[in-house]
Protein backbone atom coordinates (compact mmCIF):
# COMPACT_ATOMS: atom_id res chain seq x y z
CA UNK A 1 0.00 0.00 0.00
CA UNK A 2 1.33 3.51 -0.79
CA UNK A 3 -0.47 5.56 1.87
CA UNK A 4 1.18 9.03 3.49
CA UNK A 5 1.57 9.48 6.81
CA UNK A 6 -1.28 11.55 6.95
CA UNK A 7 -3.30 9.97 4.26
CA UNK A 8 -6.95 9.04 5.36
CA UNK A 9 -6.47 5.49 4.89
CA UNK A 10 -4.55 5.05 7.44
CA UNK A 11 -7.51 6.05 10.11
CA UNK A 12 -9.49 4.30 8.32
CA UNK A 13 -8.39 1.10 6.98
CA UNK A 14 -7.66 -0.80 10.35
CA UNK A 15 -11.83 -1.75 9.77
CA UNK A 16 -11.54 -4.49 7.48
CA UNK A 17 -13.49 -4.36 4.48
CA UNK A 18 -16.75 -6.97 3.32
CA UNK A 19 -15.52 -8.97 0.76
CA UNK A 20 -18.14 -7.54 -1.68
CA UNK A 21 -19.11 -4.23 -2.96
CA UNK A 22 -22.74 -3.62 -4.32
CA UNK A 23 -22.08 -1.28 -7.13
CA UNK A 24 -24.92 1.19 -7.04
CA UNK A 25 -26.89 3.31 -9.94
CA UNK A 26 -29.60 5.47 -10.61
CA UNK A 27 -31.60 7.66 -12.85
CA UNK A 28 -31.20 10.72 -10.91
CA UNK A 29 -30.24 11.17 -7.04
CA UNK A 30 -33.58 9.83 -5.62
CA UNK A 31 -33.73 6.46 -6.86
CA UNK A 32 -29.65 5.92 -6.18
CA UNK A 33 -30.46 6.34 -2.62
CA UNK A 34 -33.40 4.63 -2.38
CA UNK A 35 -31.71 1.71 -3.74
CA UNK A 36 -28.90 2.05 -1.06
CA UNK A 37 -31.44 2.36 1.14
CA UNK A 38 -32.74 -0.57 0.97
CA UNK A 39 -29.83 -2.45 0.40
CA UNK A 40 -27.28 -1.25 3.05
CA UNK A 41 -28.40 -3.68 6.01
CA UNK A 42 -27.58 -6.56 4.52
CA UNK A 43 -24.80 -4.56 2.49
CA UNK A 44 -22.65 -1.95 4.03
CA UNK A 45 -20.41 -1.75 1.17
CA UNK A 46 -21.74 0.11 -1.84
CA UNK A 47 -20.25 1.76 -4.21
CA UNK A 48 -22.27 4.93 -5.76
CA UNK A 49 -22.12 5.05 -9.76
CA UNK A 50 -22.14 9.33 -9.56
CA UNK A 51 -21.33 8.67 -13.35
CA UNK A 52 -24.83 7.27 -14.06
CA UNK A 53 -26.07 10.49 -13.11
CA UNK A 54 -27.12 13.50 -15.63
CA UNK A 55 -26.32 15.92 -12.84
CA UNK A 56 -23.84 13.91 -10.01
CA UNK A 57 -23.42 17.23 -7.86
CA UNK A 58 -27.35 17.41 -7.59
CA UNK A 59 -26.64 13.60 -5.07
CA UNK A 60 -24.57 15.42 -2.93
CA UNK A 61 -26.99 16.28 -0.10
CA UNK A 62 -28.71 13.44 -0.12
CA UNK A 63 -25.31 11.43 -0.14
CA UNK A 64 -24.52 13.19 3.05
CA UNK A 65 -27.99 12.58 4.70
CA UNK A 66 -27.50 8.71 3.40
CA UNK A 67 -24.45 8.69 5.80
CA UNK A 68 -26.25 10.16 8.79
CA UNK A 69 -28.85 7.95 8.98
CA UNK A 70 -26.33 4.86 8.17
CA UNK A 71 -23.30 5.69 9.90
CA UNK A 72 -21.86 1.99 9.17
CA UNK A 73 -22.07 2.44 5.53
CA UNK A 74 -18.98 2.00 3.75
CA UNK A 75 -19.07 3.83 0.22
CA UNK A 76 -17.18 4.31 -2.72
CA UNK A 77 -17.60 7.59 -4.53
CA UNK A 78 -16.72 6.43 -8.22
CA UNK A 79 -17.82 9.17 -11.30
CA UNK A 80 -16.07 7.29 -14.43
CA UNK A 81 -15.63 9.11 -17.30
CA UNK A 82 -17.00 8.07 -20.66
CA UNK A 83 -13.58 7.65 -22.57
CA UNK A 84 -12.53 4.90 -19.75
CA UNK A 85 -16.10 2.63 -19.89
CA UNK A 86 -17.69 5.33 -17.42
CA UNK A 87 -20.81 7.54 -18.44
CA UNK A 88 -19.35 10.80 -17.47
CA UNK A 89 -18.93 13.58 -19.76
CA UNK A 90 -17.39 16.07 -17.47
CA UNK A 91 -13.53 17.44 -17.56
CA UNK A 92 -10.77 16.10 -15.12
CA UNK A 93 -11.34 18.74 -13.04
CA UNK A 94 -15.05 18.31 -12.66
CA UNK A 95 -14.44 14.64 -11.91
CA UNK A 96 -12.05 15.42 -9.03
CA UNK A 97 -14.27 18.00 -8.12
CA UNK A 98 -17.55 15.93 -7.58
CA UNK A 99 -15.02 13.10 -5.86
CA UNK A 100 -13.88 15.72 -3.61
CA UNK A 101 -17.54 16.33 -2.47
CA UNK A 102 -18.47 13.02 -2.65
CA UNK A 103 -16.18 12.46 0.34
CA UNK A 104 -17.28 15.64 2.04
CA UNK A 105 -20.57 14.21 2.11
CA UNK A 106 -19.05 11.01 4.03
CA UNK A 107 -18.29 8.23 1.29
CA UNK A 108 -14.86 6.76 2.47
CA UNK A 109 -13.17 5.36 -0.76
CA UNK A 110 -13.13 7.22 -4.28
CA UNK A 111 -12.45 5.76 -7.68
CA UNK A 112 -10.07 7.76 -10.06
CA UNK A 113 -9.51 6.28 -13.05
CA UNK A 114 -5.13 5.66 -14.33
CA UNK A 115 -6.14 7.60 -17.00
CA UNK A 116 -7.89 10.35 -15.34
CA UNK A 117 -4.70 10.24 -12.30
CA UNK A 118 -2.19 10.79 -14.69
CA UNK A 119 -3.67 14.08 -16.54
CA UNK A 120 -3.47 15.68 -13.31
CA UNK A 121 -1.37 16.66 -11.03
CA UNK A 122 -0.08 14.64 -7.65
CA UNK A 123 -0.99 17.05 -4.96
CA UNK A 124 -4.79 16.79 -6.66
CA UNK A 125 -4.58 13.41 -5.83
CA UNK A 126 -3.20 13.72 -2.54
CA UNK A 127 -5.84 16.51 -1.69
CA UNK A 128 -8.21 13.77 -2.20
CA UNK A 129 -6.31 11.36 -0.60
CA UNK A 130 -6.64 13.73 2.93
CA UNK A 131 -10.48 12.62 2.44
CA UNK A 132 -10.82 9.98 1.27
CA UNK A 133 -9.04 6.53 0.50
CA UNK A 134 -7.97 6.49 -3.42
CA UNK A 135 -8.76 3.44 -5.58
CA UNK A 136 -6.60 3.95 -8.43
CA UNK A 137 -8.19 1.95 -11.20
CA UNK A 138 -7.41 0.55 -14.79
CA UNK A 139 -10.34 -1.33 -16.84
CA UNK A 140 -9.50 -3.37 -20.05
CA UNK A 141 -12.32 -4.18 -21.76
CA UNK A 142 -10.84 -6.56 -24.41
CA UNK A 143 -8.25 -8.55 -22.45
CA UNK A 144 -6.49 -9.65 -19.78
CA UNK A 145 -2.66 -8.59 -20.65
CA UNK A 146 0.40 -7.26 -18.65
CA UNK A 147 -1.56 -6.74 -15.47
CA UNK A 148 2.39 -6.34 -13.50
CA UNK A 149 3.12 -3.59 -16.55
CA UNK A 150 -0.34 -1.82 -15.85
CA UNK A 151 0.52 -2.30 -12.19
CA UNK A 152 4.33 -0.43 -12.21
CA UNK A 153 2.76 2.38 -13.99
CA UNK A 154 -0.46 2.88 -10.89
CA UNK A 155 2.44 2.42 -8.55
CA UNK A 156 3.64 6.01 -10.08
CA UNK A 157 0.67 7.77 -8.52
CA UNK A 158 -0.34 8.01 -5.38
CA UNK A 159 -3.06 5.78 -4.31
CA UNK A 160 -4.55 3.40 -1.26
CA UNK A 161 -5.40 0.89 -3.73
CA UNK A 162 -4.72 -0.59 -6.75
CA UNK A 163 -7.61 -1.66 -9.12
CA UNK A 164 -6.85 -3.42 -12.21
CA UNK A 165 -9.98 -4.80 -14.20
CA UNK A 166 -9.13 -6.74 -17.20
CA UNK A 167 -11.61 -8.54 -19.52
CA UNK A 168 -11.36 -12.56 -19.49
CA UNK A 169 -11.31 -14.27 -23.12
CA UNK A 170 -10.33 -17.39 -22.30
CA UNK A 171 -10.66 -19.54 -18.83
CA UNK A 172 -6.70 -19.18 -18.28
CA UNK A 173 -7.11 -15.50 -18.03
CA UNK A 174 -8.55 -16.12 -14.90
CA UNK A 175 -5.29 -17.65 -14.03
CA UNK A 176 -2.85 -15.03 -15.07
CA UNK A 177 -5.16 -12.76 -12.61
CA UNK A 178 -5.13 -14.76 -9.80
CA UNK A 179 -1.30 -15.49 -10.09
CA UNK A 180 -1.03 -11.42 -10.40
CA UNK A 181 -2.91 -11.22 -7.21
CA UNK A 182 -1.28 -13.64 -5.24
CA UNK A 183 2.26 -11.98 -6.23
CA UNK A 184 1.46 -8.38 -5.57
CA UNK A 185 -1.04 -8.56 -2.62
CA UNK A 186 1.10 -9.17 -0.27
CA UNK A 187 3.01 -5.82 -1.14
CA UNK A 188 0.26 -3.87 -2.28
CA UNK A 189 -3.76 -3.62 -1.39
CA UNK A 190 -5.02 -4.71 -4.13
CA UNK A 191 -8.38 -5.15 -6.08
CA UNK A 192 -8.15 -7.52 -9.17
CA UNK A 193 -11.04 -9.25 -11.35
CA UNK A 194 -11.88 -9.99 -14.96
CA UNK A 195 -14.81 -9.21 -16.43
CA UNK A 196 -17.25 -11.19 -19.03
CA UNK A 197 -18.79 -14.47 -18.36
CA UNK A 198 -15.31 -16.14 -18.61
CA UNK A 199 -14.19 -14.15 -15.63
CA UNK A 200 -16.35 -15.77 -13.12
CA UNK A 201 -13.63 -17.81 -11.37
CA UNK A 202 -11.68 -14.70 -10.73
CA UNK A 203 -15.35 -12.87 -9.29
CA UNK A 204 -15.42 -15.88 -6.96
CA UNK A 205 -12.14 -16.80 -6.34
CA UNK A 206 -10.18 -13.39 -6.27
CA UNK A 207 -10.43 -12.18 -2.54
CA UNK A 208 -8.46 -15.64 -1.44
CA UNK A 209 -5.59 -14.88 -3.93
CA UNK A 210 -5.58 -11.75 -2.21
CA UNK A 211 -8.11 -9.16 -3.97
CA UNK A 212 -9.24 -6.78 -1.14
CA UNK A 213 -12.69 -7.18 -2.30
CA UNK A 214 -14.96 -7.69 -5.27
CA UNK A 215 -17.92 -6.28 -7.13
CA UNK A 216 -21.71 -7.57 -6.97
CA UNK A 217 -24.49 -6.05 -9.25
CA UNK A 218 -27.76 -5.69 -7.05
CA UNK A 219 -29.43 -7.13 -9.47
CA UNK A 220 -29.47 -9.45 -12.81
CA UNK A 221 -30.07 -6.69 -15.35
CA UNK A 222 -28.39 -3.79 -13.52
CA UNK A 223 -24.55 -4.91 -13.99
CA UNK A 224 -22.34 -2.20 -13.95
CA UNK A 225 -19.36 -4.52 -15.65
CA UNK A 226 -20.28 -7.18 -18.28
CA UNK A 227 -19.92 -10.86 -16.26
CA UNK A 228 -20.86 -9.23 -13.00
CA UNK A 229 -22.76 -11.41 -10.98
CA UNK A 230 -25.49 -10.50 -8.34
CA UNK A 231 -24.45 -9.99 -4.72
CA UNK A 232 -27.46 -12.44 -4.20
CA UNK A 233 -25.51 -15.42 -6.11
CA UNK A 234 -22.33 -14.34 -5.36
CA UNK A 235 -23.31 -14.99 -1.64
CA UNK A 236 -26.32 -18.12 -1.61
CA UNK A 237 -24.92 -19.62 -4.83
CA UNK A 238 -21.15 -19.17 -4.47
CA UNK A 239 -20.81 -18.88 -0.78
CA UNK A 240 -18.18 -16.29 -1.28
CA UNK A 241 -18.19 -14.86 2.30
CA UNK A 242 -16.77 -18.59 3.37
CA UNK A 243 -14.57 -18.87 0.45
CA UNK A 244 -10.92 -20.03 1.89
CA UNK A 245 -7.50 -21.58 0.75
CA UNK A 246 -9.34 -24.73 1.74
CA UNK A 247 -12.18 -24.52 -0.91
CA UNK A 248 -11.99 -26.97 -3.51
CA UNK A 249 -13.43 -25.77 -6.72
CA UNK A 250 -15.61 -27.70 -9.11
CA UNK A 251 -17.00 -26.82 -12.16
CA UNK A 252 -19.18 -27.30 -15.63
CA UNK A 253 -17.59 -26.96 -18.53
CA UNK A 254 -18.94 -26.47 -22.21
CA UNK A 255 -19.80 -24.39 -24.45
CA UNK A 256 -22.19 -22.62 -24.01
CA UNK A 257 -23.07 -23.12 -20.56
CA UNK A 258 -24.64 -19.46 -19.58
CA UNK A 259 -27.91 -22.04 -19.02
CA UNK A 260 -26.69 -24.65 -16.94
CA UNK A 261 -28.63 -25.53 -14.16
CA UNK A 262 -25.98 -27.49 -12.67
CA UNK A 263 -24.09 -24.49 -10.67
CA UNK A 264 -27.40 -23.88 -8.74
CA UNK A 265 -27.88 -27.86 -7.85
CA UNK A 266 -24.43 -28.37 -7.13
CA UNK A 267 -23.94 -25.30 -5.29
CA UNK A 268 -27.06 -26.82 -2.76
CA UNK A 269 -25.81 -29.96 -2.34
CA UNK A 270 -22.43 -28.52 -1.20
CA UNK A 271 -23.95 -26.48 0.78
CA UNK A 272 -26.42 -28.67 2.02
CA UNK A 273 -23.30 -31.52 3.06
CA UNK A 274 -21.19 -28.66 4.36
CA UNK A 275 -18.85 -29.24 2.17
CA UNK A 276 -15.90 -26.25 1.64
CA UNK A 277 -16.48 -26.41 -2.28
CA UNK A 278 -17.92 -23.98 -5.12
CA UNK A 279 -18.99 -24.78 -8.14
CA UNK A 280 -18.61 -22.41 -10.80
CA UNK A 281 -20.09 -22.01 -14.48
CA UNK A 282 -16.83 -22.82 -17.15
CA UNK A 283 -17.44 -21.37 -20.55
CA UNK A 284 -14.76 -23.39 -21.81
CA UNK A 285 -13.98 -22.08 -26.14
CA UNK A 286 -11.68 -24.86 -26.15
CA UNK A 287 -10.65 -28.08 -24.69
CA UNK A 288 -6.94 -26.99 -24.08
CA UNK A 289 -8.01 -23.53 -22.25
CA UNK A 290 -10.53 -26.17 -19.95
CA UNK A 291 -7.35 -28.79 -18.97
CA UNK A 292 -4.83 -25.75 -18.26
CA UNK A 293 -7.18 -24.53 -16.41
CA UNK A 294 -8.08 -27.65 -14.33
CA UNK A 295 -4.01 -28.31 -13.15
CA UNK A 296 -3.10 -24.53 -12.57
CA UNK A 297 -5.90 -23.27 -10.58
CA UNK A 298 -6.46 -26.64 -10.05
CA UNK A 299 -10.09 -27.75 -10.14
CA UNK A 300 -10.82 -30.71 -8.19
CA UNK A 301 -14.14 -32.26 -10.49
CA UNK A 302 -16.06 -31.48 -13.50
CA UNK A 303 -19.23 -31.65 -15.02
CA UNK A 304 -18.63 -32.34 -18.74
CA UNK A 305 -21.45 -31.05 -21.32
CA UNK A 306 -21.91 -29.90 -24.73
CA UNK A 307 -19.69 -30.46 -26.85
CA UNK A 308 -16.61 -31.98 -25.00
CA UNK A 309 -18.29 -34.86 -23.67
CA UNK A 310 -16.36 -37.47 -26.14
CA UNK A 311 -13.42 -35.18 -27.16
CA UNK A 312 -12.34 -35.16 -23.24
CA UNK A 313 -11.90 -38.99 -23.62
CA UNK A 314 -7.79 -39.13 -24.94
CA UNK A 315 -7.36 -36.05 -22.50
CA UNK A 316 -8.22 -38.10 -19.36
CA UNK A 317 -5.31 -40.84 -17.32
CA UNK A 318 -7.79 -42.99 -16.74
CA UNK A 319 -11.71 -44.13 -17.34
CA UNK A 320 -13.85 -47.13 -15.99
CA UNK A 321 -14.90 -49.77 -18.34
CA UNK A 322 -18.38 -48.27 -18.21
CA UNK A 323 -17.04 -45.17 -19.83
CA UNK A 324 -15.09 -46.41 -22.15
CA UNK A 325 -17.51 -48.27 -23.60
CA UNK A 326 -20.00 -45.66 -23.68
CA UNK A 327 -17.57 -43.15 -25.42
CA UNK A 328 -18.45 -40.27 -23.37
CA UNK A 329 -17.65 -39.33 -20.11
CA UNK A 330 -19.64 -36.19 -17.95
CA UNK A 331 -17.86 -36.58 -14.82
CA UNK A 332 -13.86 -35.34 -14.21
CA UNK A 333 -12.07 -36.20 -11.16
CA UNK A 334 -9.03 -34.77 -10.65
CA UNK A 335 -6.76 -36.83 -7.98
CA UNK A 336 -4.55 -35.71 -5.58
CA UNK A 337 -1.89 -36.60 -7.67
CA UNK A 338 -3.17 -34.53 -10.09
CA UNK A 339 -4.52 -37.21 -12.94
CA UNK A 340 -7.73 -36.91 -14.53
CA UNK A 341 -10.41 -39.79 -14.14
CA UNK A 342 -13.26 -39.93 -16.28
CA UNK A 343 -16.75 -41.30 -15.41
CA UNK A 344 -20.47 -41.71 -17.19
CA UNK A 345 -23.09 -40.40 -14.33
CA UNK A 346 -25.89 -40.21 -17.06
CA UNK A 347 -26.06 -44.45 -16.87
CA UNK A 348 -27.24 -43.60 -12.83
CA UNK A 349 -29.21 -41.14 -14.41
CA UNK A 350 -31.28 -43.02 -16.44
CA UNK A 351 -31.40 -46.49 -14.51
CA UNK A 352 -31.91 -44.99 -11.00
CA UNK A 353 -35.49 -43.11 -12.00
CA UNK A 354 -36.42 -46.70 -13.39
CA UNK A 355 -35.18 -49.16 -10.98
CA UNK A 356 -37.75 -47.00 -8.46
CA UNK A 357 -40.56 -47.91 -10.46
CA UNK A 358 -39.96 -51.22 -12.15
CA UNK A 359 -37.83 -54.41 -12.21
CA UNK A 360 -35.35 -54.23 -14.92
CA UNK A 361 -34.24 -57.40 -15.20
CA UNK A 362 -36.00 -58.38 -18.70
CA UNK A 363 -38.08 -55.03 -19.10
CA UNK A 364 -38.22 -53.85 -22.90
CA UNK A 365 -36.74 -50.55 -23.14
CA UNK A 366 -36.72 -48.61 -26.14
CA UNK A 367 -34.17 -45.83 -26.92
CA UNK A 368 -34.83 -43.11 -29.25
CA UNK A 369 -31.27 -41.68 -30.50
CA UNK A 370 -27.90 -43.37 -30.85
CA UNK A 371 -25.93 -40.21 -29.72
CA UNK A 372 -23.43 -39.97 -25.94
CA UNK A 373 -26.95 -40.25 -23.69
CA UNK A 374 -28.82 -42.79 -25.62
CA UNK A 375 -25.04 -44.88 -25.74
CA UNK A 376 -24.82 -44.10 -21.64
CA UNK A 377 -28.85 -45.27 -21.34
CA UNK A 378 -28.28 -48.55 -23.68
CA UNK A 379 -25.42 -50.08 -22.19
CA UNK A 380 -26.60 -49.62 -18.68
CA UNK A 381 -29.88 -50.84 -19.27
CA UNK A 382 -27.92 -53.72 -21.30
CA UNK A 383 -25.53 -54.02 -18.15
CA UNK A 384 -29.11 -54.63 -15.83
CA UNK A 385 -30.46 -57.22 -17.89
CA UNK A 386 -32.80 -55.31 -19.86
CA UNK A 387 -33.73 -55.89 -23.35
CA UNK A 388 -33.12 -53.19 -25.32
CA UNK A 389 -34.30 -51.24 -28.57
CA UNK A 390 -33.09 -48.47 -30.57
CA UNK A 391 -34.52 -46.52 -33.16
CA UNK A 392 -32.39 -43.26 -34.16
CA UNK A 393 -33.30 -40.71 -37.16
CA UNK A 394 -29.92 -41.96 -38.73
CA UNK A 395 -30.16 -45.79 -39.00
CA UNK A 396 -26.43 -46.58 -39.56
CA UNK A 397 -25.24 -45.02 -35.51
CA UNK A 398 -28.60 -47.12 -34.67
CA UNK A 399 -27.33 -50.10 -36.07
CA UNK A 400 -24.00 -49.48 -34.71
CA UNK A 401 -24.70 -49.28 -31.50
CA UNK A 402 -26.92 -51.92 -31.47
CA UNK A 403 -23.83 -54.29 -32.51
CA UNK A 404 -21.90 -53.53 -29.80
CA UNK A 405 -23.96 -53.36 -26.67
CA UNK A 406 -25.65 -56.21 -28.19
CA UNK A 407 -28.96 -54.69 -28.58
CA UNK A 408 -31.67 -54.15 -31.55
CA UNK A 409 -32.28 -51.73 -33.59
CA UNK A 410 -35.44 -51.15 -35.03
CA UNK A 411 -37.26 -48.88 -37.92
CA UNK A 412 -40.00 -46.21 -37.42
CA UNK A 413 -42.69 -48.30 -39.60
CA UNK A 414 -42.39 -51.04 -36.51
CA UNK A 415 -43.10 -49.32 -33.89
CA UNK A 416 -47.10 -50.06 -33.85
CA UNK A 417 -46.73 -53.61 -33.96
CA UNK A 418 -44.38 -53.30 -31.19
CA UNK A 419 -45.04 -52.41 -27.07
CA UNK A 420 -42.86 -51.51 -24.37
CA UNK A 421 -42.20 -51.13 -20.94
CA UNK A 422 -40.33 -47.77 -21.34
CA UNK A 423 -40.20 -45.63 -24.10
CA UNK A 424 -37.01 -43.55 -23.28
CA UNK A 425 -36.56 -40.09 -25.21
CA UNK A 426 -32.87 -39.34 -26.30
CA UNK A 427 -32.65 -37.12 -28.96
CA UNK A 428 -33.17 -33.03 -27.96
CA UNK A 429 -36.56 -33.60 -30.06
CA UNK A 430 -39.00 -31.18 -27.97
CA UNK A 431 -36.72 -29.04 -26.21
CA UNK A 432 -37.39 -25.45 -25.31
CA UNK A 433 -40.40 -26.12 -27.59
CA UNK A 434 -43.65 -27.99 -26.10
CA UNK A 435 -45.19 -28.46 -30.48
CA UNK A 436 -42.46 -30.87 -30.98
CA UNK A 437 -42.21 -34.85 -30.41
CA UNK A 438 -40.23 -37.44 -31.56
CA UNK A 439 -42.87 -40.44 -31.93
CA UNK A 440 -46.73 -39.67 -32.83
CA UNK A 441 -49.67 -40.53 -30.34
CA UNK A 442 -50.17 -43.93 -31.66
CA UNK A 443 -46.44 -45.28 -31.87
CA UNK A 444 -46.55 -44.72 -28.20
CA UNK A 445 -47.09 -48.57 -27.36
CA UNK A 446 -45.22 -48.56 -23.59
CA UNK A 447 -46.50 -48.00 -19.33
CA UNK A 448 -44.11 -45.34 -19.06
CA UNK A 449 -42.24 -42.67 -21.44
CA UNK A 450 -39.32 -40.98 -19.98
CA UNK A 451 -38.03 -38.10 -22.05
CA UNK A 452 -34.48 -36.77 -20.78
CA UNK A 453 -35.25 -33.40 -22.13
CA UNK A 454 -35.92 -31.31 -19.06
CA UNK A 455 -36.85 -27.73 -20.31
CA UNK A 456 -39.15 -27.74 -20.11
CA UNK A 457 -41.00 -29.72 -17.57
CA UNK A 458 -43.20 -31.29 -19.67
CA UNK A 459 -42.97 -31.75 -23.20
CA UNK A 460 -45.30 -32.65 -25.71
CA UNK A 461 -43.78 -36.36 -26.06
CA UNK A 462 -45.05 -36.45 -22.59
CA UNK A 463 -48.36 -34.72 -22.95
CA UNK A 464 -49.08 -37.40 -25.51
CA UNK A 465 -48.03 -40.29 -23.25
CA UNK A 466 -50.68 -39.12 -20.71
CA UNK A 467 -53.32 -38.29 -22.80
CA UNK A 468 -52.96 -42.25 -23.76
CA UNK A 469 -52.34 -43.29 -20.44
CA UNK A 470 -48.86 -44.19 -20.09
CA UNK A 471 -47.13 -43.08 -16.76
CA UNK A 472 -44.03 -40.07 -17.37
CA UNK A 473 -41.19 -40.02 -16.35
CA UNK A 474 -39.94 -36.41 -16.62
CA UNK A 475 -36.08 -35.37 -17.92
CA UNK A 476 -35.35 -33.65 -14.53
CA UNK A 477 -35.25 -37.09 -12.49
CA UNK A 478 -32.25 -38.00 -14.87
CA UNK A 479 -30.76 -34.90 -14.39
CA UNK A 480 -30.73 -34.71 -10.25
CA UNK A 481 -29.68 -38.44 -10.11
CA UNK A 482 -26.66 -37.95 -12.52
CA UNK A 483 -25.69 -35.13 -10.41
CA UNK A 484 -26.31 -36.56 -7.46
CA UNK A 485 -23.66 -39.46 -8.49
CA UNK A 486 -21.42 -36.73 -9.36
CA UNK A 487 -21.81 -35.10 -5.77
CA UNK A 488 -21.48 -38.80 -4.28
CA UNK A 489 -17.86 -39.43 -6.33
CA UNK A 490 -16.72 -35.71 -5.89
CA UNK A 491 -16.87 -35.92 -2.03
CA UNK A 492 -18.08 -39.63 -0.52
CA UNK A 493 -21.35 -38.34 0.48
CA UNK A 494 -24.49 -39.67 -0.21
CA UNK A 495 -26.25 -36.21 -2.11
CA UNK A 496 -28.93 -34.46 -0.60
CA UNK A 497 -31.48 -35.67 -3.13
CA UNK A 498 -35.00 -33.71 -2.17
CA UNK A 499 -33.11 -30.52 -1.65
CA UNK A 500 -31.14 -30.81 -5.57
CA UNK A 501 -34.61 -31.35 -7.00
CA UNK A 502 -36.18 -28.53 -5.48
CA UNK A 503 -33.79 -26.07 -6.34
CA UNK A 504 -33.84 -27.20 -10.21
CA UNK A 505 -37.46 -27.30 -10.29
CA UNK A 506 -37.77 -23.61 -8.54
CA UNK A 507 -35.46 -22.49 -11.35
CA UNK A 508 -37.33 -24.26 -14.42
CA UNK A 509 -40.45 -22.41 -12.77
CA UNK A 510 -38.87 -19.06 -12.56
CA UNK A 511 -36.76 -19.62 -16.75
CA UNK A 512 -40.35 -20.88 -17.75
CA UNK A 513 -42.13 -17.94 -15.93
CA UNK A 514 -39.56 -15.45 -17.58
CA UNK A 515 -40.28 -16.95 -21.05
CA UNK A 516 -43.58 -16.66 -20.89
CA UNK A 517 -42.96 -13.21 -19.58
CA UNK A 518 -41.56 -12.28 -23.01
CA UNK A 519 -44.09 -13.60 -24.90
P1 LIG B 1 -26.23 -36.03 -29.15
O1 LIG B 1 -25.03 -36.85 -28.79
O2 LIG B 1 -26.07 -34.85 -30.01
O3 LIG B 1 -27.28 -37.03 -29.85
C1 LIG B 1 -28.48 -36.56 -30.34
C2 LIG B 1 -29.29 -37.71 -30.89
O4 LIG B 1 -30.57 -37.20 -31.21
C3 LIG B 1 -28.72 -38.32 -32.15
O5 LIG B 1 -28.97 -39.69 -32.14
C4 LIG B 1 -29.51 -37.63 -33.25
O6 LIG B 1 -29.71 -38.42 -34.38
C5 LIG B 1 -30.84 -37.41 -32.60
N1 LIG B 1 -31.51 -36.24 -33.14
C6 LIG B 1 -31.04 -34.97 -33.17
N2 LIG B 1 -31.93 -34.15 -33.74
C7 LIG B 1 -32.98 -34.93 -34.13
C8 LIG B 1 -34.22 -34.67 -34.78
N3 LIG B 1 -34.54 -33.42 -35.15
N4 LIG B 1 -35.06 -35.69 -34.98
C9 LIG B 1 -34.74 -36.95 -34.61
N5 LIG B 1 -33.58 -37.25 -33.98
C10 LIG B 1 -32.70 -36.26 -33.74
O7 LIG B 1 -27.00 -35.52 -27.84
P2 LIG B 1 -27.02 -36.21 -26.38
O8 LIG B 1 -25.92 -35.68 -25.56
O9 LIG B 1 -27.12 -37.67 -26.56
O10 LIG B 1 -28.36 -35.59 -25.77
C11 LIG B 1 -29.63 -36.00 -26.25
C12 LIG B 1 -30.72 -35.35 -25.41
O11 LIG B 1 -30.67 -35.81 -24.07
C13 LIG B 1 -30.62 -33.83 -25.32
O12 LIG B 1 -31.88 -33.27 -25.40
C14 LIG B 1 -30.03 -33.59 -23.95
O13 LIG B 1 -30.42 -32.33 -23.41
C15 LIG B 1 -30.68 -34.72 -23.18
N6 LIG B 1 -29.89 -35.06 -21.98
C16 LIG B 1 -30.52 -34.90 -20.79
C17 LIG B 1 -29.83 -35.21 -19.64
C18 LIG B 1 -30.51 -35.03 -18.31
O14 LIG B 1 -29.81 -34.99 -17.30
N7 LIG B 1 -31.83 -34.97 -18.26
C19 LIG B 1 -28.51 -35.69 -19.69
C20 LIG B 1 -27.92 -35.87 -20.95
C21 LIG B 1 -28.63 -35.54 -22.09
P3 LIG B 1 -28.75 -38.43 -35.67
O15 LIG B 1 -27.75 -39.53 -35.40
O16 LIG B 1 -29.66 -38.72 -36.79
O17 LIG B 1 -28.13 -37.07 -35.75
Known amino acids: MTSSPTSYVQRFLPLRLPRVCLAVTGSDPSELIEKAEGLVRDNPFLEFRLDYLPRPGLALPKIKRFFEMNPHAVVIAT ?22 K ?73 VAMMRFLEKESDRHSLVGLCMGEQGIISRVLGVRAGSAFTFAAVSAGEQTAPGQVTAQDLRSVYRIEQVDAATRVYGVAGDPVSHSLSPVIMNTALRRENVNAVYLALHAKTLKDLLACVRDIPIHGLSITMPYKEAILPHLDNTDSHTTKIGACNTVVRAQDGKLYGFNTDTAGVVRPLEQRITLEN ?71 TRESPLNENEINARYVFDMI ?30 ARQFEIWTGKPAPWDDMLRVVTIALQERAAKTAAKK
Open 79 to 100: CRRANNGGKFRGSVASQLDVLG
Open 363 to 433: ARILVLGAGGAARAAVFGLKERGCEVFILNRTPVPAQKLARKAKARSVKRADLKKLSFDVIINATPVGMSN
Open 102 to 174: AAGAGCQLVDVELQTATKCKPEHLQKLRTRAALILSFHDFHATKKLDVTLEKMRSLPADFFKVVSTATTLYDN
Open 454 to 483: YDPAETRLMKLAQARGVQVIPGIEMFVHQA
